[in-house]
């Protein structure tokens, strides 16, 4: 099938706006949660509860209706990826408060903390992480809750 101009330029636009959406949230620095002085149990157990909390999180799904089934197409394809980031953010918000309310601040690690986290696996990342979760100071900056 031979392409024509106007669907070369359609499928560009529809690349150009895939990009621009998901480049921002490649982006984002890593974000933990630090209460000075916190117990690694109870780190464990908080953190779960509000991730459990926050996983359940459910919001009503956009339904697209168009008689052309390429509109339909393209309409399904940007309502579940709206959906998605939309889910994302609520569940990241739910975490933030149940967070705050255990007494927890939130902080967006800084580039050297995420460079020496960045390459280990298991036990030795989640000791990394409690450690910056529990220190009297807090390396990164401090987010509004």
């Not at 117990?39 to 926050?54: F, V």
């Amino acid at each position: 099938m031979l392409e024509t101009g106007a669907n070369i330029l359609k499928r560009r636009s529809l690349a150009a706006v895939v990009v621009a959406i998901a480049s921002p949230l490649a982006a984002a620095q890593p974000v933990y949660y630090n209460k000075a002085g916190v117990a690694q149990e109870r780190y464990a157990e908080d953190y779960g509860e509000c991730s459990a909390l926050a996983g359940g999180v459910a919001r009503p799904h956009t339904y697209v209706y168009s008689n052309n089934p390429i509109a339909a197409a393209a309409g399904g394809f940007f309502a579940a990826l709206l959906d998605g980031a939309e889910q994302r953010n609520l569940m990241r918000a739910v975490l933030r408060t149940c967070m705050a309310d255990k007494g927890y601040r939130r902080i967006r690690m800084s580039e050297a903390g995420e460079a020496r986290i960045r390459d280990l696996k298991g036990a030795d990342k989640e000791a990394a992480i409690y450690r910056m979760a529990s220190a009297d100071t807090i390396e990164g900056e401090l987010l509004p809750q």
